[in-house]
């Protein structure tokens, strides 16, 4: 009895002393992505900004030219057009995005790597896309249970009559938790650098200088009031 009664003890001990990962919500005031009954709108409104951070501070650590404007549109393309190839996620996270993971995974919303095709946050999401045609490919492939970031790229990007997908943020949250959070899945991040904003090397225009004025007078010693006179000797212009 005793024996049992230390195993409880102990039990209890290290069940108190376990550390939940906590964090602390950096987005809270920023507008909800995603709103339905039995969603946690909080937890999910704050994993799309910690994946837009990302992507943002991604896209303007690689960009190479200086005119270009890194909105959340751009940087959403950007991803979702890499994400068609082999996307090496590691060189996308973050320290908060990957703490913000550790607390998705207690929505149980993933078979390992791969979004659940019926969940609460994908019936949340099937209802709210705004292109009806998007839409209707979401659900048609949740119905199926043939949900997959390829095939959803190819719903998104394939239609060029499509417009403002990437401002729809439902349909960006979803790309936040199918095509970027899943990927941490099954991925070491315990020798990773976390991305962080690079600071872009200053550029300073080159003064232009303008042409000289070309001085042909000088240039061919034309100038006879410098020119030294020649001094002739008794003998010049005989012959001897």
Same mark, same amino acid.
């Given at each position: 009895?005793?024996?049992?009664?230390? $195993?409880?003890?102990?039990?209890?001990?290290?069940?108190?002393?376990?550390q939940e990962v906590t964090f602390e919500y950096k987005y809270a005031d920023k507008p909800a992505t995603i709103t339905c009954e039995g969603v946690d709108t909080?937890?999910?409104?704050?994993?799309?900004?910690?994946?837009?951070?990302?992507?943002?501070?991604?896209?303007?650590?690689?960009?190479?030219?200086?005119?270009?404007?890194?909105?959340?549109?751009?940087?959403?393309?950007?991803?979702? $057009?890499?994400?068609?190839?082999?996307?090496?996620?590691?060189?996308? &996270?973050?320290e908060e995005s990957l703490i913000v993971f550790k607390t998705l995974k207690d929505l149980d919303?993933?078979?390992?790597?791969?979004?659940?095709?019926?969940? &609460?946050?994908?019936?949340?999401?099937?209802?709210?896309?705004?292109?009806?045609?998007?839409?209707?490919?979401?659900?048609?492939?949740?119905?199926?249970?043939?949900?997959?970031?390829?095939?959803?790229?190819?719903?998104?990007?394939?239609?060029?009559?499509?417009?403002?997908?990437?401002?729809?943020?439902?349909?960006?949250?979803?790309?936040?938790?199918?095509?970027?959070?899943?990927?941490?899945?099954?991925?070491?991040?315990?020798?990773?650098?976390?991305?962080?904003?690079?600071?872009?090397?200053?550029?300073?225009? $080159?003064?232009?200088?303008?042409?000289?004025?070309?001085?042909?007078?000088?240039?061919?010693?034309?100038? &006879?009031?410098?020119?030294?006179?020649?001094?002739?000797?008794?003998?010049?212009?005989?012959?001897?």
């Amino acid at each position: 009895m005793k024996k049992i009664v230390l $195993a409880a003890a102990i039990s209890i001990s290290v069940l108190s002393c376990k550390q939940e990962v906590t964090f602390e919500y950096k987005y809270a005031d920023k507008p909800a992505t995603i709103t339905c009954e039995g969603v946690d709108t909080k937890l999910l409104s704050e994993a799309y900004y910690a994946f837009e951070n990302a992507i943002i501070t991604h896209a303007k650590n690689t960009n190479r030219r200086p005119n270009v404007n890194i909105t959340p549109e751009y940087a959403l393309k950007n991803f979702v $057009a890499r994400s068609r190839g082999n996307i090496k996620i590691t060189d996308y &996270v973050t320290e908060e995005s990957l703490i913000v993971f550790k607390t998705l995974k207690d929505l149980d919303i993933w078979n390992g790597p791969q979004l659940k095709n019926k969940t &609460v946050v994908t019936e949340c999401i099937g209802n709210t896309i705004s292109n009806p045609t998007i839409k209707g490919s979401f659900n048609t492939l949740r119905s199926v249970e043939s949900l997959s970031p390829k095939l959803m790229i190819s719903a998104m990007v394939d239609n060029r009559a499509i417009r403002d997908q990437y401002k729809d943020k439902v349909l960006m949250t979803y790309v936040a938790l199918d095509m970027y959070y899943s990927k941490f899945y099954n991925t070491d991040f315990s020798a990773v650098t976390f991305l962080t904003e690079q600071a872009q090397p200053t550029v300073v225009p $080159a003064l232009k200088k303008s042409p000289k004025t070309p001085q042909i007078g000088k240039a061919l010693d034309l100038d &006879v009031k410098k020119k030294a006179p020649v001094k002739h000797g008794p003998n010049d212009g005989h012959n001897h």
